[in-house]
């Protein structure tokens, strides 16, 4: 079986670090014919679009902002004719439980975990509507969003709420060829994580460890193998799946 992106366009955002860069590297690697990332750090978004090379393009943007996700998608249409793939990759996992979650907090991640993702769909699929093509999404979502630990409880909600509107995109564009699906991903050391571990809860660095070998498997997750997951629900290779939220994580859900 090949699992190939050959010829198409792949949007990709939060690609300038962790698992979106890690998206981004394995679209081009697996015959992309471009990729367009998105971030706020033009430094970084410079630096991965060094090695990237010339089939990549960065726009540099906050999902925060409500104008983003249009000017997103219309920078990749202008430049590259159409989007044919989304990857819906960047994140907000501040914390906030049922006592100490505040309005800012909860509007802060709803914005940029279901808000901007909604309105980057949108684009995507009018632009594939438009073009009468086919096309697929995958939402990043996480495990969390089956329930989630208390102090996750606004993060929680934004994913379950990407996860409902993975599963609508998915039924309501079915017809047209239109691919959603979504990744409930497990724990993984990304630089988002590193930061809120190590530095923001205070866990110092060796945080990583000992969250591995109190792991099934005796290790988190990588962005790699997450990466690769991505770019086979994109391609042909998964055949008509859509509509479907896959829990890649080590522990199984509802075990006694």
Known sequence: MQVTLTGQ???VTGGTQGLGEAVARQAV?????????????????????????????FVQADLADPDAPAAIAARAIATFGRIDALVNAAGLTDRGDFLDGDLDLWDRLMVVNARAPFFLMQAAIRDMLARRAPGA??????????????E???YSATKAA???????????????????????MGWSATPGEQAMQGTVLGKGDGWEGDAARAMPLGRLLTAPEVARQVIWLLSDASGLQ???????????????
């Open 29 to 57: 690697a697996s015959g992309a014919q471009a990729v367009v990332i998105t971030g706020r750090d033009a430094g970084r978004g410079a630096a991965v679009l060094a090695d990237l090379g010339m089939r990549a393009m």
């Open 9 to 11: 366009v792949v949007l």
């Open 152 to 154: 996750l409880a606004v």
């Open 242 to 256: 859509t509509g479907t939220l896959i829990d890649l994580e080590q522990r199984v859900l509802g075990r006694p």
């Open 137 to 150: 999404i995958v939402n990043i979502l996480s495990i969390n969003a089956h329930c989630g630990a208390p």
């Open 162 to 184: 990407l996860a409902t509107l993975t599963r609508n995109a998915a039924h309501a564009h079915l017809a047209r060829r239109i691919r959603v699906n979504g990744i409930m």
